[in-house]
């Protein structure tokens, strides 16, 4: 049992609320600048973070009080004083570089034909599911379908690029990137037979403007020049082939020097959709240069992980039994279908605080 004693040192060292204090006053003196709106979407990062401090700040300052009224002999009990304090320190762990930023995540089905490209889907269900229970918004950019015939009328994904937007949503997923293996009985096959499909998971951070310009420019080796992009606009299609409009709003962006290929098209004008595109481009350009000090550039150009057995992170198992079990944590739950469902949360804690 933690002692109020802990709980205070907490508070007051790390979290440094006279630190989260003096950045939003910085912040919002900046927002009553004449110009602060001629850049709309930087002003809206600030006052995004301006609100995302005021809330941990009143979170902070709830729990003061709270651990000042039990050491008085008043207010809730020691459990559930902790379990307040428990919340606020896994919070802790989450204190990366963009660990606070929106998050795009990228699901591309292994080999297996149907099995994988529909075990993609149920993958694509799980995250959209669990991003609604943490109160985050989900777009999908870009989806490249599949065959048809699923369970449930489920269509096939060959590949699917989602926006998701939410407080640390990058911090919570992002360990999630890896190879997820499905055991169960092909719903594709006549016999019944036990089907083994593996999906790669890749989770990058979406970079704010003020953060890209910190990254540096040309001396850094952080340029993105417009003589490196292979723009293409094609028209938005949905499955079977059914276009979604009859323009070619949807915009691919292929980044010659490294061969990244991007691309939205859930836009209905051609200018947002290239601006998608050009997020993600980003976001993938910044994990390249983020490991290029240890592989070359032909190593990690497109998938980084092989989708083979040897690198998953995660296996769900349907059939001879029902068991999901992260292989890195070791963490497991016999409610399969609840996690597919989107119960992720126990998963997520785990990797988070897993070394």
């Known amino acids: 049992m933690k002692s109020l004693n802990h709980a205070s040192r907490i508070w007051e060292t790390v979290f440094d609320i006279t630190g989260k204090e ?45 651990i000042t009224a039990f050491a008085e002999g008043f207010g809730e009990s020691r459990e559930d004083l902790n379990k307040k304090i428990e919340k606020l320190e896994f919070k802790t762990y989450l204190s990366g ?15 297996g034909g149907q099995d994988s490209q529909d075990w993609s889907t149920m993958l694509l269900r799980m995250y959209e599911r669990y991003c609604n229970s943490k109160g985050w918004k989900t777009e999908i950019l870009h ?14 994904t060959k590949s699917v690029t989602i926006e998701i937007k939410g407080s640390h949503a990058y911090g919570f997923l992002k360990k999630e990137a890896g190879v997820h ?33 910190a990254l540096g420019g040309p001396a850094s080796g952080w340029e993105i020049r417009p003589d490196d992009l292979k723009i293409d606009t094609f028209k938005a299609s949905g499955p079977g ?70 690198n998953q992170i995660r296996s769900y198992v349907l059939h001879p039994y029902k068991m999901v079990k992260d292989l890195r944590t070791l963490y497991e739950a016999s409610d399969a279908e609840g996690v597919l469902d989107g119960d992720l949360e126990k998963f997520i804690e785990a990797e988070i605080k897993h070394d």
């Open 22 to 66: 003096k950045k939003l006053k910085e912040l919002e003196d900046e927002s009553v600048t004449p110009d602060f709106w001629n850049n709309n979407e930087h002003a809206t990062e600030v006052q995004q973070e301006i609100s995302e401090i005021k809330n941990e700040i009143s979170a902070l300052e709830e729990i003061k009080k709270d």
């Open 241 to 310: 082939g059914q276009y979604v409009n009859k323009t070619e709003s949807a915009v691919r962006i292929t980044h010659i020097p490294t061969g990244i290929v991007v691309a939205s098209q859930t836009e209905r004008l051609q200018g947002k959709n290239k601006d998608k595109a050009m997020k993600i481009l980003v976001a993938k350009l910044y994990q390249l240069r983020e490991e290029q000090h240890v592989k070359e550039i032909k190593e990690i150009k497109g998938e980084n992980i092989s989708v083979r057995f040897g």
């Open 181 to 213: 293996r499905l055991v169960r009985l092909s719903p594709f096959n006549s016999q019944k037979l036990r089907h083994t499909s593996f999906a790669l998971v890749n989770v990058l951070p979406e970079i704010k403007d003020s953060e890209l310009s």
């Open 143 to 156: 989806q490249a379908f599949g065959e048809g015939g699923g369970p449930e009328g489920r269509i096939g």
């Open 97 to 111: 570089k963009y660990d606070k930023n929106n998050a795009i995540l990228e699901i591309f089905s292994g080999a």
